[in-house]
């Protein structure tokens, strides 16, 4: 069986920490969008460790971690950190997996998203620049080149001579930037396609003989919900399908493997990059939420922009995806806090909207109706247990989960896999 987990809101809810916390209970964990623009922070035995490409559940000895196809593989990225868990005593050898048809980021593709992104001015997306839109671009141009076909010499060459072509020509006529030489690529990559050799294989194939086998997987999704290309905030969204359908796609795997969908959302919101969020906090208190609860950017460094919590978001992220249950993180950044605010629905131009919108000039300039929650005082990061939880933490995930009408069975109170409260 498969049980997917993913981010009901922009990317950034903690994902990481509840893979990682989840792993334990399954055999292997896939990742099935996104590229190195994805940034899983975890934290073990008071160590760190930050994964942009490969899932956290390599931290597990003995699980398998693959990269479906719906991801896309950036060389220098997954032979950096394929070094980094090595250097730190975690072997991958065996357990590690690339699906052939999983296309490959390439150099001008990082180059092109930055020039791309630059270029649109004030309407840039404020993209991670790590080449992610370029590459599913040309995937689905029909000019991307899969991880069969990079290790594959003849192949790599002529698909190489033939993208570097057409890139070099915008870039040297359009963008008037510098070219990038394919044959200095072709060696220079020589060395990641010796890496990745042994572990580029159908993974879809093998997902149906291990589920057949009755083994559990984890379907990990990057970014969030609302960052989806069809389902988020567009243009302001990464290129892929972060929501649950996504798995299926992903993976090469059939809807009715998927068991159980777990959604991750933090206590409030936080986003990267540009586009609308009705819910943001501009000035102190947005600058106070974004230092407790340290709100950087784990791919980028970028400050996230921070703000209360919406149930209108959340209410389409649990239809959309099929929530079954959700995770919530970072409860604890709002202890100290005398109120806090609840998003109940936006207003525009003297309409209510219950529902999420797909009209940007709606979403991007909608007004929200808030309902005040009381705060507490208490440090929760000790509290294991739910009934130790303050009155008003425990008040306010009951509304929340009143709001959205999906139980919260887990609570996160700080990063360490010890600090999490099971209902
Ligand atoms: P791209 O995915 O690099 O193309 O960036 C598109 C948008 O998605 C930008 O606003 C990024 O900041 C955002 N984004 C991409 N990956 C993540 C993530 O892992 N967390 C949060 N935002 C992300």
């Known amino acids: 069986m498969i049980t997917v987990v993913l981010g009901t809101q922009w990317g950034d809810e903690g994902k990481g920490k509840v893979i990682d916390y989840l792993a334990d209970d ?99 997306l404020g993209t991670t620049g790590r080449g992610i839109g370029t590459t599913y671009a040309d995937k689905f141009n029909r000019i991307g080149i899969r991880a069969v076909d990079f290790l594959d010499d003849g192949i790599f060459k002529e698909k190489l001579k033939i993208a570097m072509e057409l890139k070099n020509y915008l870039f040297h006529e359009y963008y008037k930037e510098k070219m990038l030489n394919a044959d200095k690529i072709y060696e220079e990559y020589g060395i990641y396609r010796d890496k990745m050799e042994k572990m580029v294989r159908n993974t879809s194939l093998y997902l149906h003989e291990e589920i057949e086998k009755g083994k559990q997987v984890l379907a990990e999704g990057a970014q969030g919900t609302f960052l989806d290309i069809d389902f988020g905030t567009y243009p302001y969204v990464t290129a892929s399908n972060s929501i649950a359908g996504g798995a299926c796609t992903g993976l090469g795997v059939s809807p009715k493997r998927v068991g159980r969908v777990i959604g991750v959302v933090k206590a409030y919101t936080t986003r990267v990059g540009m586009g609308p969020f009705p819910t943001e906090l501009e000035g102190e208190e947005g600058e106070a939420l974004r230092k407790t609860g340290n709100e950087y950017g784990a791919t980028t460094g970028r400050p996230r922009r921070c703000g209360w919590f919406d149930s209108v978001l959340l209410r389409f992220a649990c239809k959309v995806n099929g929530v079954d249950e959700l995770v919530m993180t970072k409860l604890d950044v709002l202890s100290g806090l005398k109120k806090i605010k609840i998003g109940l629905s936006y207003e525009f131009e003297g309409k209510n909207y219950e529902d999420y919108t ?66």
């Open 26 to 124: 399954v055999d292997i964990v896939a990742r099935y969008q996104g590229g190195a623009n994805a940034g899983h922070t975890v934290v073990v035995s008071n160590r760190q460790f930050i994964f942009h490409l490969i899932p956290s559940g390599i931290l597990y000895p003995g699980k398998i971690c693959l990269l479906g196809n719906g991801v896309v593989i950036d060389p220098v990225s997954f032979s950096s950190e394929v070094e980094y868990l090595e250097e730190n005593g975690i072997s991958v050898e065996g357990r590690l997996f690339i699906a052939e048809n999983a296309h490959i980021t390439l150099p001008y593709h990082k180059v092109l998203d930055q020039i791309e992104d630059k270029f649109r001015g004030k309407g840039g």
């Open 358 to 423: 797909f009209s940007s000039k709606v979403f991007s300039n909608c007004g929200v109706v808030y309902e005040d929650a009381e705060g507490w005082t208490e440090d929760i990061s000790k509290v294991t247990e739910y009934r130790y939880l303050p009155v008003n933490a425990k008040k306010y995930i009951e509304r929340i989960e009143q709001l959205i009408e999906v139980p919260i069975t887990k609570i996160s109170v700080g990063s360490s896999r010890e600090q999490t409260i099971s209902r």
